[in-house]
């Protein structure tokens, strides 16, 4: 009968090694896919300023101003004129307040406030690369790029909510 104690104790003992062993292995791996994660960089100059994603469903979107002045606005931008942003931080802050307050109710979600912050935050430091010194084409290529990349993840977001909502209703 000890034996089998001592048998049983080993066993555990064992198993013990064998869960800690596994379970540090488990960790580490979700440690270096963090690394792996947080090291991917966007090359937004390989973004083509045509390659922007446009909303499906423009019926819904043509109600919506503001979200017509900021298609404009970038529009603007990819044509190379940057004279709406120098020294307009004031309105830009403005805009993007009134667009984050006239989203349609259906959907007016996190998801898509979120997205227009990210594009908000693009233009300011756009905004303020611009007003405060003079920057090189390349710079401000990249940087139209990155506002195109985050209005095309805003797009594909109303395109999914609006399935959703379809889905639903179906």
């Known amino acids: 009968m000890e034996n089998l104690v001592v048998v049983l104790r080993r066993l555990n003992n ?3 090694i064998i869960f800690l062993s596994l379970n540090s292995c488990i960790e580490n791996n979700d440690e270096a ?3 792996v994660f947080n090291s991917i960089t966007i090359n937004y100059s390989e973004i083509n300023f045509e390659s922007i994603y446009k909303v499906k469903n423009s019926k819904f979107v043509e109600q919506w101003i503001n979200y017509f002045e900021l298609n404009q606005i ?5 044509s190379e004129d940057y004279s709406s942003l120098v020294d307009n931080k004031k ?3 403005r805009f993007f307040n009134g667009i984050k307050k006239t989203i349609p109710n259906n959907i007016n979600n996190s998801e898509i406030k979120s997205r227009l912050t990210v594009i908000e935050t693009d ?3 756009f905004e303020s690369k611009l007003s405060s010194y003079e ?3 390349k710079t401000k290529t990249k940087m139209v790029k ?3 990349n985050s209005f095309s993840n805003l797009n594909f977001q109303i395109d999914k909510l609006l399935e959703k909502q379809e889905i639903n209703l179906d």
């Open 14 to 16: 064992l198993f013990f």
């Open 33 to 35: 896919q963090k690394v």
């Open 74 to 78: 970038i529009e603007q931008l990819n």
């Open 91 to 93: 309105y830009l802050l």
């Open 123 to 125: 233009f300011l430091k």
């Open 135 to 137: 920057i090189e084409d």
């Open 146 to 148: 990155k506002i195109n």
